[in-house]
């Protein structure tokens, strides 16, 4: 193959180059491809209420991820599942790992009645406390 | 018909003591020189580093940054009395949350029902240390937006209350 050089007898020193540029292009465009799609995926685009209080993540367990979106639909850690099997995954999660937190990511909007259930059944799950995730008020 | 020539010719030739004399304000790259002959490029995995740092604390600050409110999700009445059979009850405020007229309204602090926004300000203007003995136990109906929940949660939290949602 014939390798690239920036070197060039033939007048390169009024050439600009350009592979820097497209090298932070390009990894750029990949980089907010993967970004966006985890985002989406992870979040199931939720728009979290605002809080001027909270305590920050603790890293000693990785958590288990509660989505619940505007019109009702659960997730378990970005998977979603139907509201008939929740109970028995999370009570089955929680048997496994009795000190993992639970998150509850609610959407804002969502109505009481769609969160309630949902709330409950972690709790006849055996756990007594629940995370719910907040943005930071600025 | 040679004259025009030979001055378009001393134009576009200037002399080479007139390019070395020309002035340099600051001194330039030059890629030419001996020592980039020799050794990987750094230019470009610099520049992309700088790239995704620059990225990271921009989106860090632009997007919002999350933390959690601590709830208790209790079975009976009191939670304390789920786990300690013989201590006394703490002290604990219900909050039934309910709508009226598309606006949040509290029953349960004060003979009358109160908007949220009220019940909120009543809640931070608490003396800190009568709160923070308290539990919150919130109730709502089903209409009630979840973000009043933690309106409320949010203010019981600022004045260290305990809070659980029922």
Redesign the interface.
């Known amino acids: 193959m014939r390798s690239r050089s920036i070197i060039s007898n033939e007048g390169a020193g009024a050439r600009i180059n350009v592979t820097p540029m497209i090298d932070v292009v390009m990894v750029l465009i990949v980089f907010y491809l993967l970004v966006g799609q985890l985002a989406v995926d992870r979040k199931a685009q939720i728009d979290l209420p605002a809080s001027a209080t909270g305590i920050e993540q603790t890293q000693e367990h990785d958590p288990i991820i509660v989505g619940i979106t505007v019109d009702g639909q659960v997730s378990i850690n970005g998977n979603h599942i139907d509201n008939a099997r929740f109970a028995g995954e999370i009570k089955g999660m929680h048997t496994r790992s009795p000190r993992t937190p639970i998150q509850v990511r609610a959407d804002r909007d969502a109505a009481f009645g769609v969160v309630r259930p949902i709330m409950h059944q972690i709790r006849d799950a055996g756990i007594s406390r629940a995370q719910l995730a907040t943005e930071q008020q600025p | 018909m040679s004259q025009p020539a030979d001055q378009s010719s001393k134009h576009t030739q200037p002399s080479t003591d007139a390019i070395y004399k020309r002035p340099r304000p600051l001194k330039r790259r ?3 020189t001996r020592s ?2 020799f050794g990987p ?1 750094m ?2 995995m610099v ?2 580093t700088l ?2 740092l620059i ?1 990271f604390m921009a989106s860090a600050s632009i997007g ?12 009976t009445q009191d ?1 304390d009395l ?1 786990s300690s059979g013989y201590s006394l009850p703490t002290p604990m405020i219900s909050a039934d ?1 309910f709508l009226q007229n598309r606006t949040v309204m509290v029953r349960g602090f004060g003979d009358q029902p109160s908007t949220i926004d009220v019940v909120v300000d009543r809640i931070k203007g608490m003396d800190p240390s009568d709160a923070k003995g308290f539990i919150l136990g919130i109730r ?12 409320l ?2 203010a019981a ?2 004045m260290e209350m305990r809070v659980a ?1 029922r």
């Open positions: 030059n890629v030419l980039s002959r490029n230019t470009p520049d992309v790239v995704i990225f919002g940054l999350e933390w959690f409110l601590q709830s208790e999700l209790p079975k939670p789920q949350l709502a109906q089903d209409d009630v937006p979840y973000e009043a929940i933690v309106l949660h949010d939290s600022l949602i």
